[in-house]
């Protein structure tokens, strides 16, 4: 059983930053897809970015791409997601997956293994 851990959110105001953190084992920073996903209070979850050293590929959401980055950490085995210019719409519940895909997706389905998520609430 893989194990994740977010951490990171919490309250911030319109135009603030965040960084969001994935406490992600070895293996599956260094083979397979790491995403980060969200929902929003009323919607359904969605991907929001996504990094793969396996073949080098990252992923953003139109809505985020400009302002969120993903990176990661081998030494501390942490995948981030650094988000600045917040919006009242980012705020959602970010959760963070792995699987056994090499290639970045947004399709829940490639995703086995999720964290319990961390909260992000953007407002005045």
């Known amino acids: 059983q893989v194990q994740l851990a977010e951490s990171g959110g919490g309250l911030e105001q319109p135009g603030g930053s965040l960084r969001l953190a994935c406490a992600v084992p070895?293996?599956?920073?260094?083979?397979?897809?790491v995403g980060w996903f969200r929902r929003a209070p009323g919607k359904e979850r969605e991907a929001v970015a996504c990094?793969?050293?396996?073949?080098?590929?990252?992923y953003y959401t139109d809505s985020v791409k400009g302002r969120f980055t993903i990176s990661k950490d081998a030494l501390v085995n942490t995948v981030y997601l650094q988000v600045d210019s917040l919006k009242p719409e980012d705020t959602a519940v970010y959760y963070c997956?792995?699987?056994?895909?090499?290639?970045?997706?947004?399709?829940?389905?490639?995703?086995?293994?999720w964290g319990h998520g961390t909260q992000v609430t953007v407002s005045a």
């Open positions: 990094i793969s050293d396996r073949d080098g590929s990252t």
């Open positions: 070895r293996s599956s920073m260094d083979y397979y897809a």
């Open positions: 997956a792995t699987g056994w895909n090499p290639s970045c997706s947004d399709s829940e389905e490639k995703y086995l293994y």
